[in-house]
């Protein structure tokens, strides 16, 4: 961030506007440094700032535009933190479920999910039935259609110490100017 941030004018205006620079990228900075500080609240500033640091994303646009040429990895902080606060042995967590989509057939629908843990397995359901192959942390759909992909989703992150499931998503497939989707 850093570039048409969208955020609150103030309670006077009670709008929303944009605005640029690194006044516009901090606060995004200094949120992911208190999430990985509620993570583990015996961190130090040091780590803290490490895992800030060693997890950021090369973006080679940025060249001559800031410093470090590179942006903040949220997910890949929190699971920086999480690897050196947690034993090897502990059992996963899900820190974003999916999120409900809606999709026109014959268009396409993928579905996300964060979680923390060593050593990740990950296993995607729908309507309650493993989905064959769907063994990543991102579940992109193609063609979808009302009959086949229509339904709640769920996915299951695992270790050998344990798993979490995620919370439902819903697919709703609009065809023909009908909605389908699962009954819930």
């Given at each position: 961030?850093?570039?048409?941030?969208?955020?609150?004018?103030g309670?006077?205006?009670?709008?929303?506007?944009?605005?640029?620079?690194?006044?516009?990228?901090?606060?995004?900075?200094?949120?992911?440094?208190?999430?990985?500080?509620?993570?583990?609240?015996?961190?130090?500033?040091?780590?803290?700032?490490?895992?800030?640091?060693?997890?950021?994303?090369?973006?080679?646009?940025?060249?001559?535009?800031?410093?470090?040429?590179?942006?903040?990895?949220?997910?890949?902080?929190?699971?920086?933190?999480?690897?050196?606060?947690?034993?090897?042995?502990?059992?996963?967590?899900?820190?974003?479920d999916?999120?409900?989509?809606?999709?026109?057939?014959?268009?396409?629908?993928?579905?996300?999910?964060?979680a923390?843990?060593?050593?990740?397995?990950?296993?995607?359901?729908?309507?309650?039935?493993?989905?064959?192959?769907?063994?990543?942390?991102?579940?992109?759909?193609?063609?979808?259609?009302?009959?086949?992909?229509?339904?709640?989703?769920?996915?299951?992150?695992?270790?050998?110490?344990?798993?979490?499931?995620?919370?439902?998503?819903?697919?709703?497939?609009?065809?023909?100017?009908?909605?389908?989707?699962?009954?819930?």
């Amino acid at each position: 961030p850093g570039l048409g941030v969208q955020t609150t004018t103030g309670p006077a205006t009670n709008a929303y506007g944009t605005f640029n620079g690194t006044s516009a990228a901090c606060p995004h900075v200094a949120g992911a440094a208190a999430l990985l500080l509620a993570l583990n609240p015996e961190a130090t500033l040091a780590e803290i700032k490490a895992a800030l640091i060693e997890t950021v994303d090369l973006v080679p646009a940025l060249t001559n535009k800031m410093a470090s040429q590179r942006r903040l990895n949220l997910p890949g902080a929190l699971q920086h933190v999480y690897q050196r606060t947690y034993p090897s042995n502990a059992p996963p967590r899900i820190i974003s479920d999916p999120s409900d989509l809606a999709a026109t057939e014959n268009t396409s629908a993928t579905f996300g999910v964060w979680a923390l843990g060593h050593s990740l397995l990950y296993q995607w359901q729908l309507d309650g039935r493993d989905i064959a192959d769907a063994t990543n942390r991102v579940l992109s759909l193609s063609n979808v259609t009302a009959a086949h992909h229509a339904g709640e989703y769920r996915v299951l992150a695992s270790n050998s110490s344990g798993s979490d499931t995620s919370a439902p998503a819903v697919l709703t497939v609009r065809r023909l100017g009908i909605t389908q989707q699962a009954l819930l």
